[in-house]
Nanobody
Framework: QVQLVESGGGLVQAGGSLTLSCAASGRIFSINSMGWYREAPGKERELVATMTTGGATNSADMVKGRFTISRDNAKNTVYLQMNSLKPEDTAVYYC??????????????WGQGTQVTVSS
């Protein structure tokens, strides 16, 4: 079992910055991918950015050039640096990890979410 704990959300004015962190703990064998998704009111959860252990990233077009994902594999922690925030970035941000157990079977885990609110 893997637990994900997010931190760093809050209220910020448009144009401001925030950094989110997500730390994984528990019976960890190998976390292949860690990243961030977000869910705005009335909308479906959507990809923000993910990063593999090897450093390959996948990010949504809407955040390219503004958000940067990074990862500390030794600490099983992923970060999301968010710059030039816009009101439309307001959402609950969820951390996601894909954990591969020793058996080779992979499981997906989600954090509880952290609220990011951008005021205009």
């Amino acid at each position: 079992q893997v637990q994900l704990v997010e931190s760093g959300g809050g209220l910020v004015q448009a144009g401001g910055s925030l950094t989110l962190s997500c730390a994984a703990s528990g019976r960890i064998f190998s976390i292949n991918s860690m990243g961030w998704y977000r869910e705005a009111p009335g909308k479906e959860r959507e990809l923000v950015a993910t990063m593999t252990t090897g450093g390959a990233t996948n990010s949504a077009d809407m955040v390219k050039g503004r958000f940067t994902i990074s990862r500390d594999n030794a600490k099983n922690t992923v970060y999301l640096q968010m710059n030039s925030l816009k009101p439309e970035d307001t959402a609950v941000y969820y951390c996601r990890a894909v954990h591969q157990e020793r058996t080779g079977v992979s499981y997906m885990y989600w954090g509880q979410g952290t609220q990011v609110t951008v005021s205009s």
